[in-house]
């Protein structure tokens, strides 16, 4: 199995890794993202609340990366990192659930 570089908190998951490794281009573009590049990804697939949500931000993700984007379509970012603080809109909607207006 390929060892496949991480985020900057998350790790890969097993079936992001093996959407990564089916080509070995995905998984060259997968390996040039920066660390927070590759941790977005995750972070947003990992959000997923239902299995099927999780299986299409994978399948997305892999088109993504093949028109070379570096970081996940409308994604607002990843409330877990610990070397930033989170923007407002994060911070109330993500962390601490306030409804939206």
Request: glycine residues 6%.
């Amino acid at each position: 199995m390929t060892t496949l570089s991480g985020g900057l908190v998350h790790q890969v998951p097993a079936d992001l890794a093996d959407a990564l490794t089916e080509s070995e281009h995905t998984r060259d573009l997968w390996e040039s993202l920066t660390p927070i590049g590759r941790n977005e990804f995750i972070c947003w697939i990992e959000d997923a609340k239902q299995e099927k949500t999780r299986v299409k931000r994978i399948h997305r993700a892999m088109e993504e990366l093949l028109e070379g984007k570096k970081r996940p379509c409308c994604w607002p970012g990843c409330i877990h990192r610990t070397d930033k603080k989170p923007g407002k809109w994060q911070q109330d909607v993500l962390i601490d659930k306030k409804p939206r207006k």
